[in-house]
């Protein structure tokens, strides 16, 4: 017989992972428990990788517990794995406190922890704390990368904060960070809900000039906010424009700009639009 070693285990548990076979990890970690060959950083680091691919949160802490009770070092792969579990199952608490016990243990963090703990606040719309970890990250020298900043804008758009996500777009912009279609989105979406009409129309001919590419987010959330100041005649342009350039387009925004055309008390337009949602194929609500 071919004795196993945890050479082997974490070969066959780490392919498990990458492949989010993760029930199949578990057995393998099992087994390898019932052999008595002792698991490693790396071989948790595996398993815990697979649970957080399978988005089975529960099973990611529950390993990390195992691995801090069998005394096994801890690092920042087999962190920012439970944190990205926790951050996929929205429990942006349990998050925060893993992103503590990694400060605790000496362990460094990096751009994919922070991302993925702020991602996990962006969900729950936690601003507050999303913001606290964006200014963390400045005081622990970690890179802010685009996907940093899209999930803190997205969560000072979820918080109603505009302001914040203006703030934080502007830094991205003075870092050199390169935005993106979800940045831009989120940014504009936040203009939308503080009822910045102008500025989300502005912005939206900005990313024109920018090349970045807009699409069904974008328009919804620009006619939306024209439609909410009723400014039918914006709503109109803005639509015409995603429409002209193939835009896939749906009942929300036909919705709105309706809406609008309602509210500024054209009838015409609003029964024009009626009959475009047909040759769209979407039915209306």
């Given at each position: 017989?071919?004795?196993?070693?945890?050479?082997?285990?974490?070969?066959?548990?780490?392919?498990?992972?990458?492949?989010?076979?993760?029930?199949?990890?578990?057995?393998?970690?099992?087994?390898?428990?019932?052999?008595?060959?002792?698991?490693?950083?790396?071989?948790?680091?595996?398993?815990i990788s697979a649970c957080e691919k399978a988005d089975e949160w529960?099973?990611?802490?529950?390993?990390?517990?195992?691995?801090?009770?069998?005394?096994?070092?801890?690092?920042?792969?087999?962190?920012?794995?439970?944190?990205?579990?926790?951050?996929?199952?929205?429990?942006?608490?349990?998050?925060?406190?893993?992103?503590?016990?990694?400060?605790?243990?000496?362990?460094?963090?990096?751009?994919?922890?922070?991302?993925?703990?702020?991602?996990?606040?962006?969900?729950?719309?936690?601003w507050e704390a999303a913001l606290a970890l964006c200014s963390m990250?400045?005081?622990?020298?970690?890179?802010?990368?685009?996907?940093?900043?899209?999930?803190?804008?997205?969560?000072?758009?979820?918080?109603?904060?505009?302001?914040?996500?203006?703030?934080?777009?502007?830094?991205?912009?003075?870092?050199?960070?390169?935005?993106?279609?979800?940045?831009?989105?989120?940014?504009?979406?936040?203009?939308?809900?503080?009822?910045?009409?102008?500025?989300?129309?502005?912005?939206?001919?900005?990313?024109?000039?920018?090349?970045?590419?807009?699409?069904?987010?974008?328009?919804?959330?620009?006619?939306?906010?024209?439609?909410?100041?009723?400014?039918?005649?914006?709503?109109?342009?803005?639509?015409?424009?995603?429409?002209?350039?193939?835009?896939?387009l749906d009942t929300i925004t036909f919705n709105a700009v309706v809406?609008?055309?309602?509210?500024?008390?054209?009838?015409?337009?609003?029964?024009?639009?009626?009959?475009?949602?047909?040759?769209?194929?979407?039915?209306?609500?």
């Open positions: 017989a071919y004795d196993l070693n945890y050479f082997h285990y974490g070969a066959v548990i780490d392919a498990c992972a990458k492949t989010s076979m993760w029930t199949e990890a578990l057995r393998l970690f099992s087994v390898m428990a019932q052999t008595e060959v002792e698991a490693n950083t790396i071989i948790f680091g595996a398993a529960e099973k990611a802490l529950q390993l990390f517990s195992a691995m801090v009770k069998s005394k096994v070092q801890s690092d920042t792969i087999a962190f920012n794995a439970v944190i990205s579990a926790c951050e996929k199952g929205g429990q942006w608490e349990k998050a925060l406190q893993q992103l503590s016990f990694m400060a605790e243990s000496g362990v460094k963090s990096s751009t994919i922890t922070y991302s993925a703990a702020i991602s996990a606040c962006e969900k729950r719309g936690a990250m400045g005081q622990c020298k970690v890179e802010m990368e685009t996907i940093t900043f899209n999930a803190v804008i997205s969560a000072c758009e979820k918080g109603d904060k505009w302001e914040n996500a203006l703030q934080l777009f502007t830094m991205m912009a003075l870092r050199k960070v390169k935005s993106d279609t979800i940045s831009s989105n989120a940014l504009i979406s936040a203009y939308e809900k503080g009822n910045q009409w102008e500025k989300a129309l502005q912005f939206c001919s900005a990313m024109t000039q920018r090349e970045i590419q807009s699409d069904r987010i974008t328009c919804n959330a620009v006619v939306s906010a024209c439609e909410k100041a009723g400014e039918w005649e914006n709503a109109l342009q803005v639509f015409a424009s995603m429409a002209q350039r193939r835009v896939d809406s609008a055309c309602e509210k500024g008390r054209a009838w015409d337009k609003a029964l024009q639009l009626l009959f475009v949602m047909s040759c769209y194929q979407v039915m209306p609500n």
